[in-house]
């Protein structure tokens, strides 16, 4: 057995020392620095106590040119010795800990860790922490500070200082001995040593790569979606540059659903492409292995070219920016505004792939396809179909749908069976008002709740101003034009005896108003205010239609509170039903009937 690695061992400070010279870079392949604050803050108290934190593992790079960066931040390392294959966010951590130094972590940022030296605890700093002089509030400032003996004296002082104000006892002899033991034992943290392998400069990047994916030695476990994206890095790297700006052209839309990683994108792409919702099977396919059932798993070049093909002719299609701003159109016309309401990011990412697969392989009309893609979203988000066994429900999606033959017709015949065996009358009558027994404003029936509203273009109760404005932003800058509002005010609830927060903030005693109204009704019970909004706001003709758009019970206000809500939950379903029935028989583009 050929031996490809080397054993050394290197204490922290040699490592940041080497990383500051740039002679450690992070290989183009390594994700982004994504650990937490109290990540690192438990990798300090595991050091301090003196427990081991797993090997680094490095690849000897002397003289290889390649689009490696400096740790910590988004710079290309032009220079370097070593690239870190896995240690990455343990050595980040530490080497922003111990030079005080801004890491790229969504935007610069400085990460500060506190160090309490008489209880030797450590913790995120916080407001709390930084004001109570006990704590070290950034243990960077003992790192950076000139001289160790000064900084223990001005902490004992400020200690001392501060117990004296609050008519407390001073620092004792044994305090003051324990604080210099503790706060040398930090500094000293320096020295501690960590078992570094170092892979051969001879090993190629494929050996490396596949070295990378089997590897966790006690950072972020790594997923399949890692395995995949190392992959892509490594064979196709302009690839991943296109993923990633994908991602980040989306940080910058005008209207935006969703924060888009590219972890997503490989999802859509290995579904759209290979028609697989198991992503250790894609990356099996992109490995070149066969899938067949008794088949040895040996790589095949040939077919890993295959596969990279295919993906790089996939994605342009998956990237393509007009093809995402016609699916967010879709979904948006599904009363879904913005991503407030939007209880499942695996709805989108989903829906988005049967979008395409509609769009490319059936060849959908795209005026059938965005209404099409409407009602799919709004009836798997409200039925939660992604929510749990989420590969398991792509794949049987993508079986299905490749045995279809490839026609408009057949698509729209799926989708609308599909649908129909999800938007029962039973569902509706039975299940979901049971569903909107909650308190959870983030509960799938709420949202689709609020998107029935959307759809349906309802004003505010007692308004004419619509629903919609609410996630249109403030018109004056101050104010929400349209608040939630308690049918049944909380703190007339509380007078009656009912006070705990479940019972009085069921979505079911909510309604939308306008903010100035919901400050006229204040606390008033509903028995005074309602029949006087009406009057004041209300032509008698649309009187009816205004407690039906608004889910309101015949003489809700006069009704036990208990009786109120088993009565207009179903009257909210009743309005979600009718919400999707809207979608269902409405084209969003030339205002026609869908015949379905």
């Given at each position: 057995m050929e031996k490809i690695y080397s054993d050394t061992s290197y204490?922290?400070?040699?490592?940041?020392?080497?990383?500051?010279?740039?002679?450690?870079?992070?290989?183009?392949?390594?994700?982004e620095y994504v650990w937490k604050p109290s990540d690192i803050r438990d990798l300090l108290d595991s050091m301090y106590k003196g427990y081991p934190i797993g090997y680094l593992l490095l690849w000897e790079s002397q003289g290889r040119e390649d689009d490696s960066r400096n740790i910590g931040i988004d710079e290309k390392s032009a220079k370097h010795n070593y690239l870190i294959i896995d240690g990455q966010q343990r050595l980040t951590s530490l080497y922003a800990i111990m030079t005080g130094k801004e890491i790229k972590v969504k935007g610069n940022k400085r990460i500060k860790i506190a160090f309490n030296p008489l209880t030797e605890k450590f913790d995120v700093q916080n407001a709390s922490i930084e004001r109570n002089p006990e704590w070290i509030a950034d243990v960077s400032d003992l790192y950076l500070a000139?001289?160790?003996?000064?900084?223990?004296?001005?902490?004992?002082?400020?200690?001392?200082?501060?117990?004296?104000?609050?008519?407390?006892?001073?620092?004792?002899?044994?305090?003051?001995?324990?604080?210099?033991?503790?706060?040398?034992?930090?500094?000293?943290?320096?020295?501690?040593?960590?078992?570094?392998?170092?892979?051969?400069?001879?090993?190629?990047?494929?050996?490396?790569?596949?070295?990378?994916?089997?590897?966790?030695?006690?950072?972020?476990?790594?997923?399949?979606?890692?395995?995949?994206l190392t992959l892509i890095s490594v064979n196709d790297p302009d690839l991943r540059d296109d993923i990633e700006r994908f991602c980040e052209q989306n940080k910058h839309a005008t209207i935006k659903l969703m924060e888009l990683e590219p972890r997503h994108i490989v999802r859509v792409a290995m579904a759209y492409i290979f028609k697989r919702g198991r992503l250790k099977y894609a990356y099996q396919v992109l490995r070149g292995i066969e899938l067949k059932r008794g088949s040895n798993k040996i790589e095949d070049e040939e077919a890993k070219r295959t596969a990279f093909a295919d993906l790089r002719a996939g994605l342009k299609n998956v990237l393509n920016i007009e093809n995402w701003n016609q699916f967010i159109k879709s979904v948006i016309s599904a009363g879904y505004l913005t991503d407030t309401n939007i209880t499942s990011t695996n709805a989108l990412i989903a829906t988005y792939i049967i979008y395409l697969i509609g769009k490319y392989d059936f060849n959908v009309n795209s005026n059938l396809l965005r209404n099409l893609i409407a009602r799919w979203f709004y009836i798997t988000v409200l039925r939660g179909t992604y929510t749990n066994s989420f590969e398991t429900t792509v794949q049987e999606q993508l079986n299905e749908l490749t045995e279809l033959q490839k026609d408009e017709n057949s698509f729209r015949e799926y989708v609308n069976k599909k649908l129909r065996l999800a938007s029962t009358d039973d569902y509706f009558e039975q299940i979901l008002p049971e569903e909107l027994s909650t308190s959870s404003t983030n509960s799938p029936a709420w949202n689709a709740y609020i998107a029935a509203l959307s759809v349906m273009d309802v004003k505010a109760l007692f308004s004419d101003l619509k629903v919609s404005l609410l996630f249109s932003g403030n018109l004056d800058g101050t104010k929400k034009s349209v608040e939630r509002h308690h049918l049944f005010p909380k703190e007339y609830l509380h007078r009656i005896g009912i006070v705990d927060d479940k019972d009085t903030n069921q979505i079911a005693n909510y309604a939308y108003i306008e903010w100035h109204d919901n400050i006229d009704i204040s606390d008033k019970p509903p028995k005074d205010y309602y029949p006087r909004m009406v009057s004041l706001y209300v032509p008698q003709e649309r009187l009816e239609e205004l407690k039906t758009i608004h889910a309101l019970p015949e003489k809700w206000y006069e009704l036990d509170?208990?009786?109120?809500?088993?009565?207009?939950?179903?009257?909210?379903?009743?309005?979600?039903?009718?919400?999707?029935?809207?979608?269902?028989?409405?084209?969003?583009?030339?205002?026609?009937?869908?015949?379905?």
């Open positions: 204490t922290i400070g040699q490592l940041i020392s080497q990383i500051e010279t740039g002679s450690i870079a992070v290989p183009d392949l390594q994700r000139p001289s160790t003996y000064s900084f223990i004296g001005n902490y004992i002082d400020k200690v001392n200082e501060s117990r004296l104000k609050k008519d407390e006892s001073e620092l004792t002899f044994e305090d003051k001995a324990k604080i210099e033991k503790t706060i040398s034992d930090l500094i000293n943290l320096r020295s501690y040593h960590i078992g570094t392998l170092t892979i051969n400069q001879e090993v190629d990047e494929e050996k490396v790569a596949d070295i990378f994916t089997r590897v966790n030695s006690g950072g972020v476990k790594l997923t399949e979606n890692d395995f995949i509170y208990k009786e109120f809500l088993n009565q207009r939950r179903k009257l909210m379903a009743s309005v979600i039903k009718r919400g999707y029935e809207t979608l269902t028989n409405y084209n969003f583009v030339n205002n026609n009937v869908i015949n379905n």
